[in-house]
């Protein structure tokens, strides 16, 4: 049977922190995992319309082998300035990579639309502040739903918002996931309650539901969101296996999956869909190939299951025309 790590969080695996800060004004916010260990990233984009910084960085023939944080926002482009409130709490810590005779801290990060969910600003955006206080903060436990990058998430349906789990594979290492969820499609079966996420769930983490029988109509149908431009789910897996910058590229690539079961439409080009990998490199391989054949296929379930954990958890925005699928389905 499936078992998750002991907080059924990204955090699971050693060496990562999260940190969460949002502003209920704009209906916006800032997700940072914070690396305290060595780890080697890579990343693989499949949205059409996507908004990074720093993936270039990523591809494995490169320079640079390992980050220091990575960054969820959403502000749309003016989000990608959250990396610079990342970078200078960093700076402060003495991090980063040593380059003549500085440190320079290495930040991807990757936006979501959101601009619409709120009151707007003046003057400078809001994000670097966000994004140090979000570093500044993070620990190895933090809350789902309706917070950090994902206090102005939306799916097509329903509120969207950020969500986390993670599985210990059959040969011993911690997998692990973290989702933003702000989809052009739909995370539910149709006009269902039911996650689309159902068969990778554990326990009942997002409701014990399983799958509609028989399957709707209607979900068959596709449909998504009118604004072409309001969407977006980031994501990022990790591991504590000891994968070269390759493999960790191979990981992002198979955890695209987990987008693909859990939500309906996805990868559109009304979509800036992002996966990220994360590897700390505490458990030696014993078989690569084997190895991460199947440390992929798990992280494609974590990610199905945090991005239903995501939904599951959220709250509706007071601005928004979204409910929360508690507000809407909690009660049979």
């Known amino acids: 049977m499936a078992e998750t790590g002991p907080r059924n969080l990204i955090t699971d695996v050693s060496g990562l922190l999260v940190g969460n800060a ?7 916010g800032v997700t940072v995992v914070r690396v305290e260990t060595p780890t080697v990233a890579a990343v693989d984009v499949r949205g059409g319309g996507p908004g ?22 959403g502000g749309s482009a003016f989000g990608l300035s ?4 990342v970078q200078t709490w960093l700076k402060e810590q003495g991090r980063g990579f040593a380059v003549a005779g500085v440190r320079v801290p290495i930040v991807p990060a990757a936006i979501l639309f959101d601009l619409s969910r709120g009151i707007g600003w003046r003057g400078e955006p809001p994000y ?29 349906n329903l509120k969207g918002g950020l969500g986390s789990a993670s599985e210990i594979a059959p040969a011993g290492f911690m997998v ?17 309650r039911h996650f689309r996420a ?6 009942e983490e997002f409701g014990g539901l399983g799958l ?9 149908i596709l449909r998504h969101k009118a604004g072409l431009a309001q969407n977006t789910t980031l994501a990022v ?37 992002v996966v990220f990998a994360l590897a700390t490199g505490d458990k030696a391989l014993s078989d690569p190939p084997r190895d991460l054949t199947e440390i992929g296929a798990v992280a494609a379930n974590c990610l199905s299951r945090a991005i239903a954990r995501g939904v599951f958890e959220a709250t509706a925005l007071k601005t928004a025309d979204k409910p929360a699928w508690r507000d809407r389905f909690a009660s049979p």
């Open 52 to 73: 990074t910084r720093e993936t270039d960085l990523l591809e494995p023939e490169n320079l640079v082998a390992h980050i220091d944080a990575l960054v969820f926002s």
């Open 128 to 156: 670097p502040a966000l994004g140090y206080r979000a570093t500044a903060e993070a620990s190895d436990d933090f809350a789902l739903g309706s917070i950090g990058a994902g206090a102005g998430a939306t799916t097509f």
């Open 212 to 220: 509609p029988h028989p399957w709707p109509a209607e979900a068959r």
């Open 198 to 203: 159902a068969p990778f769930e554990i326990g």
């Open 176 to 192: 692990a996931a973290l989702a933003v969820v702000n989809a052009v499609g739909a995370a539910t079966v149709g006009d269902s």
């Open 82 to 85: 959250a990396a610079t409130g």
């Open 22 to 28: 949002e502003d209920a004004r704009l209906g916006s």
């Open 237 to 273: 897996v990790a591991t504590d296996a000891a994968l070269t910058r390759a493999m960790a590229k191979r990981l992002a690539m198979a955890a695209h999956d987990g987008l693909a079961r859990a939500l309906y439409p996805v990868h559109t080009p009304f979509d800036g869909d």
